[in-house]
């Protein structure tokens, strides 16, 4: 067990910590349900690339102070900027792809293994956000749903491509056109998460498992998430000569003779990032 580290952020919107080689980030709003707002997203923002850069991170947990993940977007905030002129069209898109870009798509590019550890509703934009994870693990009482049609929007930060990769083009559409909630067993059912906990034991059990992947070839860890991202958007030919390059760009580093020769002597491997 280790002590946690607080992570300076800039905001009480977003707290962080290390545990170990686990950075933990709050979304903290939790009188809003985690709602985004702009000192969330510009720490989250600022905040990714220093983890991404630090050899002493293996793996991020974000999830959401009190009972929710995130609600998406500050509904109110949007009653209140409908009711100002506003910037024009241009920038308004202008600025809602860098914010995208810099959070949702970093999420989603992190050289590093992500979870969204999901303690109740993860709704929207908060939904994306948590796709945008590789792995997810949810309360038993948490609720995920795709939310726009209630506001009249058509949705964000990548969620329909996200929603169609996981759960196929069909599934996505309706969970789109609908705005369903879908409970945690459903939501393990349908590949949404991977793991389901009691709502006491969530952030424990992902700890648990942040840590245990953390504590992985770091390498070779970033090469599998390079992989696996890529096999979204590939052919099986590209997929042969990307692994063939990094299985023997990996089988060159220090953590690959480490693990082998801590096989012959039985004993767990002390990875290095080398």
């Known amino acids: 067990m280790h002590d946690p580290t607080t992570i300076d952020t800039g905001t009480d919107h977003l707290l962080a910590h290390r545990d170990g080689r686990v950075a933990v980030l709050t979304l903290n709003r939790p009188e809003a349900r985690n709602a985004q707002s702009g000192p969330m997203m510009e720490a989250l923002a600022a905040l990714l690339p220093q983890l991404a850069d630090d050899d ?12 929710a993940f995130c609600a998406g977007g ?18 308004r898109v202008r600025r809602l792809r860098r914010a995208q870009r810099a959070t949702t798509g970093a999420l989603y590019e992190f050289p590093k293994p ?29 609720f995920l749903t795709t939310a726009f ?4 929007f058509s949705g964000d930060h990548a969620g329909s491509w996200f929603l169609t990769n996981i759960v196929g083009t069909a599934r996505a559409r309706e969970l789109y056109y609908t705005a369903d909630r879908v409970g945690a067993e459903r939501a393990l059912e349908l590949g949404l998460v991977n793991h389901v906990f009691p709502a006491d034991a969530l952030q ?4 648990r498992l942040a840590r245990h992947i953390a504590a992985g070839p770091p390498i070779a860890l970033g090469y599998m998430k390079e992989n696996l991202n890529r096999a979204l ?10 692994e063939a390059d990094r299985m023997w760009r990996t089988g060159m ?9 801590a096989f012959v002597e039985k004993r767990p491997p002390e990875f290095r990032g080398r």
């Not at 424990?204 to 700890?207: A, F, I, N, P, R």
């Not at 580093?253 to 020769?261: L, M, N, S, Y």
């Open 114 to 142: 992500t979870i969204a550890a999901i303690p109740g509703p993860a709704a929207g934009a908060g939904l994306s956000q948590a796709l945008a994870c590789d792995l997810r693990t949810m309360a038993d009482d948490a």
């Open 74 to 91: 500050d509904v109110k905030g949007f009653a209140e900027g409908a009711k100002s002129a506003g910037a024009p069209l241009e920038e």
């Open 56 to 67: 002493d991170v293996g793996c991020v947990v974000i999830t959401g102070a009190g009972r």
């Open 149 to 152: 049609r209630n506001i009249g």
């Open 253 to 261: 580093t220090t953590d690959h003779k480490e693990a082998v020769q």
């Open 204 to 207: 424990e059990e992902t700890l």
């Open 233 to 242: 958007h590939t052919d099986v030919w590209t997929a042969f000569d990307m």
